[in-house]
């Protein structure tokens, strides 16, 4: 059974940091990649970042420069190490694997990233 549990969210102020974090089992971890997506209100989910197996990382332009993905292949996590957070950045996030060869994905239940101005 695949489990993708994210944790780590919450209210933070603007300009504060927050550190998610997704611990995956029942996959294969170092053969998928991983991603964290977000959803905010009113607003289609969007990929925020993404790590491959190797560690190679890709960032949407809102975040380059504030946020930081990084996985742990020991211990099957993926983080998203969020600073300088703003309003826009409030959102449901979602952790995501998807197999290197299949293509095959699961995800997280989400968690709540709450930024007030």
């Known amino acids: 059974q695949v489990q993708l549990v994210e944790s780590g969210g919450g209210l933070v102020q603007t300009g504060g940091s927050l550190r998610l974090s997704c611990a995956a089992s029942g996959i294969i971890f170092r053969l998928n990649d991983m991603a964290w997506y977000r959803q905010g209100p009113g607003k289609q989910r969007e990929l925020v970042a993404q790590?491959?197996?190797?560690?190679?990382?890709n960032y949407v332009d809102s975040v380059k420069g504030r946020f930081t993905i990084s996985r742990d292949n020991t211990k099957n996590t993926v983080a998203l190490q969020m600073n300088s957070l703003k309003p826009d950045d409030t959102a449901v996030y979602y952790c995501?694997?998807?197999?290197?060869?299949?293509?095959?994905?699961?995800w997280g239940q989400g968690t709540q990233v709450t930024v007030s101005s």
């Open positions: 790590i491959t197996g190797a560690g190679s990382t």
């Open positions: 995501n694997s998807r197999h290197q060869w299949t293509g095959r994905n699961y």
